[in-house]
């Protein structure tokens, strides 16, 4: 065991997706960050200049009011579905306690009919006006871009919600008293995925809070939420997954869980309204496939799933030639050679003698070229079927339906730190140490943590990234449980 001193403070970069080409017909919002009001007035007691201008005047009010509590900003997306749809909806969300509802029209091809809609409301409720916002946009930003709108939101909390969703004028007053007992991503919808496709769920609208891997549907969150968590990394694709990326990230920095709980029927008149469901949808078997690769990804830098899959040895290697090395250890083990003398195969004896089982995979950093990588990749598939008892292999199962005999789902084999993906692999030579070093770091501790682990082994050369492994060991080992302890040995590969 390594006994190694863990520095805790580390610089990571924040990554932002920009929108642009947005025509915004309502007041230009800003991004709620709480270190902006204490910047903005440190300069205002030290610049005589700083606060002199009514835009500044203008914004700091605007950060000091949206730290009230209650503050909400409801935000709508509509793109195919009928506008009756959108009709419903905002007359909930004007009745409701919303400071401000948006409703968000991205390239769609109805954008006409959802113009008119909102004109005929706006007609209906004339003080709607004081908080109907639209921002209406030729470009098609997809379902990642009204998150990234929904970042700089002027209150404290959002509550964005699917076009398919009818929910009671007295839910965000709902979502509010439960935030206030447990700070979670809440929503009324969500998934829990596990390596059993038959105990894969999804939970709809539960009597009491439930842990969900993923909220469907609608997000109740705290705006910050979204700059420091979601946009810190880029996600996988932009075609799909924001709602699981929205969840593993929050949960991987902030260690906030998503949490789904049912609404409380209320007696209001504009809460009893209904939607036109159509066929389109984005639940299609190539959909499905692909977010099964999204979270092979995702799993190999952070928790996808809160039931924890087990590999009980995990071997990080740095080089093709220390995963043959591995490769060919575990061989001679299988061929009952070698059993005295290498601790992989005493160690794989010893599992297979107490609990009848030993999952064997490995771990790498991506840093690899293409080739090296490819290299690796084949022979960490081969320990995982060849070398484990059962297959270390498993696939994070969602609620699937008929179409699950269909998929081709991605199994996990093998775990890709893929560390610098931020950055992109043609600027990795330029890149600092610094920054590969902390996001091994972040990758590797969130990768412990995600699995439930016995022994990590370690290759005796010394490498930056070893280094990085090894203290996100200490880490893990400092914060996880006892349940959740693993011994970290170092191997002669």
């Known amino acids: 065991m390594y006994a190694l001193t863990l520095q805790k403070n580390k610089v990571k970069a924040v990554l932002f997706l920009l929108l642009q080409s947005i025509k915004v017909t309502c007041s230009s919002p800003y991004s709620v960050v709480p270190q902006d009001l204490d910047l903005v007035e440190e300069c205002g007691r030290e610049s005589d200049v700083c606060l002199s201008e009514s835009r500044m005047v203008l914004h700091v009010s605007r950060l000091r009011a949206s730290a009230i509590e209650a503050e909400v900003t409801l935000i709508l997306n509509h793109w195919q579905r009928p506008a009756a749809n959108l009709a419903g909806q905002l007359r909930a969300a004007i009745a409701s306690t919303a400071h401000e509802v948006w409703v968000c029209i991205f390239g769609s091809p109805y954008a006409r009919d959802y113009e008119v809609t909102i004109e005929k409301i706006r007609t209906e409720f004339p003080d709607a006006s004081s908080k109907l916002r639209v921002i209406q946009s030729g470009v098609d930003f997809g379902v990642y871009g009204r998150f990234v709108l929904a970042s700089m939101a002027t209150t404290r909390y959002v509550y964005i919600v699917d076009d398919d969703v009818a929910f009671p004028v007295s839910s965000i007053d709902q979502y509010l008293k439960h935030m206030k007992k447990q700070p979670s991503i809440w929503g009324h919808a969500g998934h829990v995925r596990s390596t059993n496709p038959e105990h894969a769920q999804w939970i709809m609208r539960p009597r009491s809070?439930?842990?969900?891997?993923?909220?469907?549907?609608?997000?109740?969150?705290?705006?910050?939420?979204i700059q420091v968590a979601f946009l810190r990394e880029p996600p996988r694709s932009k075609l799909t997954a924001e709602d699981?990326?929205?969840?593993?990230?929050?949960?991987?920095?902030?260690g906030i869980e998503t949490r789904v709980v049912g609404w409380r029927r209320d007696k209001h008149a504009l809460s009893r309204?209904?939607?036109?469901?159509?066929?389109?949808?984005?639940?299609t078997p190539s959909i499905f496939a692909f977010r099964s690769y999204i979270v092979r990804s995702q799993a190999a830098r952070g928790q996808v799933m809160h039931r924890r899959p087990t590999i009980h040895s995990l071997t990080y290697v740095d080089t093709y030639e220390q995963a043959l090395s591995v490769s060919l250890s575990l061989a001679r083990c299988a061929a009952n050679r070698g059993v005295e003398t290498s601790i992989l195969c005493q160690t794989r004896a010893r599992s297979l003698k107490l609990q009848g089982a030993h999952q064997q995979a490995l771990v790498f950093t991506g840093l690899q070229t293409e080739q090296e990588q490819k290299q690796i990749k084949a022979i960490a598939t081969s320990i995982c079927w060849n070398y484990s008892n059962p297959p270390c292999a498993y696939i994070p199962h969602e609620v699937c339906g008929n179409v699950c005999d269909k998929m081709h789902f991605a199994h996990v084999s093998f775990f890709d730190l893929q560390i610098g993906r931020s950055v992109g692999r043609h600027m990795l030579k330029s890149t600092s140490r610094a920054y590969l070093a902390a996001d091994a770091l972040e990758a590797a501790a969130t990768l412990f943590a995600s699995l439930q682990i016995k022994s990590l082994f370690v290759p005796a050369k010394e490498s930056l990234m070893r280094r990085m492994i090894l203290q996100a060991a200490v880490l893990h080992k400092d914060y996880a449980s006892p349940r959740q302890q693993f011994e970290t040995v170092e191997l002669e590969l």
């Not at 809070?209 to 939420?225: H, K």
Request: proline fraction near 3%; charged fraction near 20%; charge should be negative.
């Open 244 to 254: 699981m990326h929205l969840s593993y990230m929050v949960k991987k920095i902030l």
């Open 273 to 283: 309204y209904h939607l036109e469901m159509i066929d389109k949808t984005t639940l």
């Open 209 to 225: 809070p439930t842990i969900v891997d993923y909220a469907n549907a609608a997000w109740f969150l705290e705006t910050a939420w």
